[in-house]
């Protein structure tokens, strides 16, 4: 399972398949600091136990049902200051290679992809080793809820549970590789704006008027865009706007 992609250039050349490990992104990093990683090497397993998302909390993924994988890149083209173009264009890859089964399927921002009303089917989380020279390595995680359909966290659904199909594994997950590959050389070749606004054309609530909180506070506002920072550009009822870092909004579903 999980043999040697030949349908791509440089990602997925060097597999690493584990039955079961506590988390492809611990696994991944550890291969960069031993130098047993290469750009395009992959990490995938049956079984994560202990996968982790944004903001400390759990990815729970239940064995041989799931696509839970890490990615190893080298993405030294960008500046560290243009970290969320990465975040963005493996948003896009995916939203792309799975809208064929899945529509609806859109972006939230920063690092999920969600079918409204239905639930969030995709996490990513990307943690990155700085050197002095710069950007060194970006080990990109990804947890897919395809054919599980029970024990699914509250806010949470699948592939399977929205079409009522069995998805093959390892036929979505080249699928996934090769369209984060050829996104990955646009962007390097192309620069950050295709990749923005091909975000935008994805994000969900995108100038739409939602329910968010702040400070524990709520509010009504609409989404603008992003930021070439990352950040999410609101507008408020009277007109004011503003750019909300990661940890600083919640959506009200």
């Known amino acids: 399972m999980y043999k040697i992609l030949a349908n791509t250039i ?14 492809t992104n611990d696994r991944a990093l550890e291969l960069v600091k031993n130098r047993q990683a290469i750009e395009g090497s992959i990490i995938v397993t049956a079984h994560q136990t202990k996968g982790k998302g944004q903001r ?23 500046d560290i200051s243009e970290q969320f173009f990465l975040n963005m264009m493996i948003s896009n890859a995916i939203q792309e290679a799975l ?7 859109k972006v939230k921002w920063p690092n999920d992809l969600l079918v409204p009303d239905e639930g969030k089917l995709c996490g990513i989380l990307i943690e990155n080793v700085v050197s002095q020279e710069g950007w060194d390595y970006a080990v990109v995680g990804i947890g ?3 054919n599980q359909t029970e024990e699914l966290m509250p806010t949470g659904t699948s592939m399977k549970a929205i079409t009522g199909f069995n998805f093959d594994l390892e036929e979505l997950f080249k699928l996934i590789i090769t369209q984060i590959e050829q996104g990955y ?8 704006e295709k990749t923005l606004n091909q975000y935008h054309q994805h994000l969900f609530g995108f100038q739409q008027w939602r329910n968010f909180e702040t400070g524990g506070e709520a509010f009504e ?12 550009k ?5 007109g004011d706007e ?8 919640r959506f009200l579903m």
């Open 234 to 238: 609101v507008e408020f009822r009277d």
């Open 144 to 146: 897919i809820n395809v």
């Open 99 to 105: 809208s064929e089964y899945l529509p609806e399927l």
């Open 56 to 78: 400390g909390n759990v990815w729970y993924s239940r064995k041989d049902e799931n696509l839970t994988f890490s990615m190893v890149l080298r993405p030294k083209f960008l």
């Open 185 to 192: 050389i646009r962007l390097k070749k192309s620069g950050p």
């Open 242 to 249: 503003t750019l909300f870092d990661l940890k600083e909004l």
């Open 10 to 23: 440089f990602l997925g050349k060097d597999i690493h398949f584990l039955p079961e490990c506590h988390s």
């Open 221 to 232: 506002g609409k989404i603008l865009g992003v930021s070439l920072d990352g950040k999410l």
